[in-house]
Nanobody
Framework: QVQLVESGGGLVQAGGSLRLSCAAS????????MGWFRQAPGKEREFVAG????????RYADSAKGRFTISRANTGITVYLQMNSLKPEDTAVYYC?????????????????????WGQGTQVTVSS
């Protein structure tokens, strides 16, 4: 199917920045969106940012708007998440996902159920 490999996680101080990367391989032609989710211990996995591949349109969770930016590489199938002004509450395992749900009219890519391929996750820890 599709293989996703994340990188770029680590430990940073509050106010700092990180850039996460996700490289996709395999049967990616069947996927039309890529996104980032995060999950903290004891909490549900939540949407952070998503991108519709063909148009480059993006969507963000309210918590990410103004601080995080999702983008595509010019070649291949690689997606980035630039995270600025990091806060301790951003601490979580961040997962890359690929998929997209087509209603017959619109594509949806902001929900867990919109994705069917997932990476292994990368830990992001923000210290106070």
């Amino acid at each position: 199917q599709v293989q996703l490999v994340e990188s770029g996680g680590g430990l940073v101080q509050a106010g700092g920045s990180l850039r996460l990367s996700c490289a996709a391989s395999g049967r990616t032609f069947s996927k039309y969106a890529m996104g980032w989710f995060r999950q903290a211990p004891g909490k549900e996995r939540e949407f952070v940012a998503g991108i519709y591949w063909n148009y480059g349109t993006t969507r963000y969770a309210d918590s990410a708007k103004g601080r995080f930016t999702i983008s595509r590489a010019n070649t291949g199938i690689t997606v980035y998440l630039q995270m600025n002004s990091l806060k301790p509450e951003d601490t979580a395992v961040y997962y890359c996902a690929a998929g997209g749900t087509f209603s017959g009219v619109n594509w949806y890519y902001t929900r867990l159920s919109d994705y069917d391929s997932w990476g292994q996750g990368t830990q992001v820890t923000v210290s106070s």
